[in-house]
């Protein structure tokens, strides 16, 4: 998002700058057009260098990058419903296994 203002800033600068350029042309004097180029000239360029410096020394509000390993102990088990001993999960078979008692759930 800064980048997009101090872009759109830039882009009114020089616009803002041309205008202020044209003012000063023989054309624009022959034409009678000097306070219709020059007031919005300034406007732009003021707006513009605004803009930029907004860009520019505003601080974006990023959280912090965090990363999550995977622990390397289960964070549950499961118990068996009768004897309340850890079940061991057969992926062969796809069911739970009680070593205790040596039987499938």
């Given amino acids: ?53 907004y860009g520019l020394l505003t601080n974006p509000k990023i959280p912090p990058l965090t990363t999550v390993y995977p622990s390397a102990t289960p964070s549950a088990t499961v118990p068996c419903p009768s004897c309340g001993k850890p079940l061991i999960l057969d992926a062969q078979q796809n069911r739970w296994y009680c070593p205790n008692e040596k039987k499938y759930l």
């Fill in 1 to 53: 998002m800064r980048v997009g203002i101090i872009l759109s800033g830039t882009v009114l600068t020089v616009v803002g700058i041309c205008f202020l350029l044209l003012t000063a042309t023989e054309f624009v004097m022959h034409w009678g057009m000097q306070g219709f180029v020059g007031y919005p000239g300034f406007f732009l360029l003021f707006a513009g260098i605004a803009m930029v410096l």
